[in-house]
C-alpha cells in the first residue's frame, strides 16, 4: 500500500505549496456525522444486500491549502437473500478509524479542486452462510480479524449562485485494501440550514461491483 500513498501524498504537498493566496469560499474546519444506506448486489440474486454506516469526523485546516481530517466509523449489515436455489445470509459488523491529508485550491471565486489520502485500519467480523436448497450443502465462512486500507480521492466543489448557496461535490476514487482495488464515484449536494449548520445528500457508486451508497449528514462549521 505504501507504493501508492507516497507518490499522492507528495502530488497533495506540491498542490498546497502552489496555493495562491485568494478569496477561499470554503471553510473546511468542522464536525460532521454522517449516516449511509449501502445496497450490495450479490450474483446469483435480484434483490440486494442492505447495509448500514455511521461516521463522525473532525476537519481542520492547519494551514491555508492543507487538510487534516481524523475519523471513526461503525457499519452493521444483517440481512438475508433468497431464490429458487437457496439462500444468502450476510452479516457483518466493523470499525473504521483514521487519519487523512487532503489540499485544496481556489479554481473560481465560487470553486475549489480538492485532492484527499486517507489512511485507517478496520476491525471486521463477518459471517457468510451459503446454502443450497438442492442438498448441495452449505458453505459456511467465519472471519473476524483487521486489516489497512487507504482511500484516494480527487474532486471538485463549487456553489451554484452566490457563497453559501447549494454546493455541488463530484469526486473519484480509489480505496485500496490487502485483497482488492475498488474504484469508486461520489457526488454530492450541500446546503446551510442556519448559520454555521450544514446538511447534504449524496450518492456513491463502485465502478467495477454492485454496490451503491446513499448518504446524508450535518457538518456544524467553527
Not at 122 to 135: C, N
Request: a negative charge; aromatic letters at 14%.
Amino acid at each position: 500500500m505504501r507504493p501508492l500513498i507516497k507518490p499522492v501524498a507528495a502530488v497533495l504537498g506540491c498542490l498546497a505549496a502552489t496555493t495562491v493566496a485568494a478569496a477561499e469560499p470554503f471553510n473546511y474546519n468542522y464536525l460532521g456525522l454522517t449516516y449511509d444506506y449501502q445496497r450490495i448486489g450479490i450474483e446469483g440474486f435480484s434483490e440486494e444486500i442492505e447495509g448500514h454506516r455511521v461516521t463522525a469526523i473532525y476537519s481542520e485546516e492547519l494551514r491555508q491549502g492543507l487538510i487534516y481530517q481524523a475519523f471513526g466509523t461503525s457499519e452493521f449489515t444483517d440481512d438475508e437473500l433468497l431464490n429458487s436455489q437457496g439462500s444468502y445470509f450476510y452479516e457483518r459488523d466493523a470499525i473504521d478509524v483514521g487519519v487523512s491529508l487532503g489540499t485544496h485550491f481556489p479554481i473560481t471565486a465560487k470553486a475549489d479542486a480538492v485532492g484527499t489520502a486517507k489512511v485507517g485500519y478496520s476491525f471486521y467480523d463477518t459471517y457468510t452462510r451459503l446454502k443450497f436448497d438442492d442438498d448441495i450443502g452449505t458453505v459456511v465462512v467465519d472471519e473476524k480479524g483487521s486489516e489497512p486500507f487507504a482511500d484516494l480521492s480527487v474532486g471538485v466543489r463549487w456553489f451554484l449562485d452566490d457563497y453559501n448557496s447549494i454546493d455541488i461535490q463530484p469526486l473519484l476514487g480509489v480505496v485500496v485494501t490487502e485483497d482488492e482495488n475498488d474504484a469508486y464515484f461520489r457526488g454530492r449536494i450541500s446546503s446551510r440550514l442556519v448559520g454555521t449548520l450544514e446538511a447534504y445528500i449524496d450518492m456513491t457508486t463502485y465502478l467495477d461491483s454492485d454496490y451503491r451508497a446513499f448518504g446524508t449528514g450535518m457538518f456544524l462549521y467553527y
